[in-house]
C-alpha cells in the first residue's frame, strides 16, 4: 500500500488515501504512521509537525479562563444537554478569555482558530 496526502500552501492536509499503485500527481507520499496522524498535522517543508492547539485553561469561582489564544480565535459555549449556544466571545488582546458559567449543569466550551490551529472542545459541569 502507498500511503500519500495533498497539501495546501501551507502544509495542511486538504485530502488524503491509499493506492496500490503510484501516488497521484500533486501529493506527497507518507508512510502509515502518519497518515493515520494526518488530521493533527503540518508539513513544514522538511518534517511533519503537530498542529497547535489550545492547551491552558484554569476553572474560575465564576466559570473558566482560557489564556494564549491565537489572533482570530472564536470561543463557543454551549449547553451540553441541549446544544444551545449560550455565548460566543472573541478573545481580550492580551489573548484571553473570561467565560462566565453561571448556572450549575454541564457545558461544552469549543475554541476554533484559524488554520494551522486545531479546534478544541472542553466539557465543563459546575
Same mark, same amino acid.
Given at each position: 500500500m502507498?500511503?500519500?496526502?495533498?497539501?495546501? /500552501?501551507? /502544509?495542511?492536509?486538504?485530502?488524503?488515501?491509499?493506492?496500490?499503485t503510484?501516488? *497521484?500527481?500533486?501529493?506527497?507520499?507518507?508512510?502509515?504512521?502518519?497518515?493515520?496522524?494526518?488530521p493533527?498535522?503540518?508539513?513544514?517543508?522538511?518534517?511533519?509537525?503537530?498542529? *497547535?492547539?489550545?492547551?491552558?485553561?484554569?476553572?474560575?469561582?465564576? /466559570?473558566?479562563?482560557?489564556?494564549?489564544?491565537?489572533?482570530g480565535?472564536?470561543?463557543?459555549?454551549?449547553?451540553?444537554?441541549?446544544?444551545?449556544?449560550?455565548?460566543?466571545? #472573541?478573545?481580550? #488582546?492580551?489573548?484571553?478569555?473570561?467565560?462566565?458559567?453561571?448556572?450549575? /449543569?454541564?457545558?461544552?466550551?469549543?475554541?476554533?482558530?484559524?488554520?494551522?490551529?486545531?479546534?478544541?472542545?472542553l466539557?465543563v459541569?459546575?
Open positions: 502507498r500511503y500519500f496526502a495533498r497539501l495546501d /500552501g501551507d /502544509g495542511l492536509p486538504t485530502g488524503w488515501g491509499i493506492r496500490t503510484e501516488v *497521484p500527481e500533486g501529493t506527497v507520499e507518507v508512510n502509515a504512521e502518519v497518515y493515520a496522524a494526518l493533527g498535522l503540518l508539513f513544514d517543508g522538511t518534517e511533519w509537525q503537530p498542529r *497547535p492547539t489550545v492547551a491552558w485553561h484554569a476553572e474560575t469561582a465564576e /466559570g473558566l479562563v482560557i489564556a494564549a489564544l491565537p489572533a480565535a472564536v470561543v463557543t459555549v454551549e449547553d451540553a444537554e441541549t446544544g444551545e449556544v449560550l455565548a460566543t466571545l #472573541a478573545p481580550e #488582546a492580551d489573548g484571553s478569555a473570561d467565560i462566565a458559567l453561571p448556572d450549575p /449543569g454541564p457545558y461544552a466550551v469549543t475554541v476554533t482558530a484559524p488554520a494551522p490551529w486545531l479546534p478544541w472542545t466539557r459541569t459546575r
